[in-house]
């Protein structure tokens, strides 16, 4: 049995780094490519070899809207048809929230880019830091304490449900804004208030820390507009993000 793989890891952000690290320190083989640099590893200049790996771990997210490789700390721009050129059919291909037309690219040239965003269970403990992120916004940008503070958070999905259970915790009046009628629910059962996403204009006015985690623009002008002085916006929401004007 083959213990020792040969693994590749490309773009992303100190998330990618982090397995990098941790991947070498379990005796894989590890490769880098269009990364932030990682101690005791050196960067590939190139894409040669990449045919060759055992284990391709793209970035969270693979690809960006302009179907560039997910490569903030990159120098230059990585076109993600380069890497998928650069592939062999038959390699185990892993990326984080896989969109449609980099899958269809990929299939393309006989590929399949396994999707580890799409595991519940990574998906849950995703939550956990970013929920934890929030509260480390929140302390440092509101000027009364998180114990107490009126906190509205917008949507009760895995973000929406952690980031809430996270305030209460802390001592903060936690109100929950949903549509699902079960969401709801499990809002109340867990001892938070509940409002309708649909009937949010005109009862906005007493928060001091909005926290949106639906990926749609649910906060509107008129939402928008009845925020008190100083209210705290935070959005959590994958693009294109629940605000539809810039926040000031």
Known sequence: MKYELNFWVLGGDQRQAHLARLLAEDGHQVHTFAMAPTARLTPEPGLEGLG???????????????????????????????????????????????????AARARDRGLEIVDYFAREELAVANCVPTAEGCV??????????????RVLVVGYGRVGTVTAQRF????????????????????????????????LAGWLCSYDLVVNTVPAPVLGEAELADLRPGCLVIDLASSPGGESIPIG
């Open 52 to 102: 060759r790996a055992d284990v391709v771990v793209l970035p969270l997210p693979a690809a960006g809207p302009d179907g560039q490789l997910y490569a903030p700390s990159s120098p230059v721009p990585v076109p993600l048809d380069a890497v998928l050129d650069a592939l062999s059919p038959g390699q185990l291909v892993c990326g984080g929230r896989v969109d449609a037309a980099a």
């Open 168 to 199: 209460h915790a802390l001592g903060a009046k936690v109100t929950v804004a949903a549509r699902r009628c079960e969401q709801l629910a499990w809002a109340g059962a867990a001892g938070l208030g509940t409002e309708h996403i649909g009937q």
């Open 136 to 149: 480390q916004l929140a302390m440092e940008h509101l000027p009364i304490t998180v114990h107490g503070a």
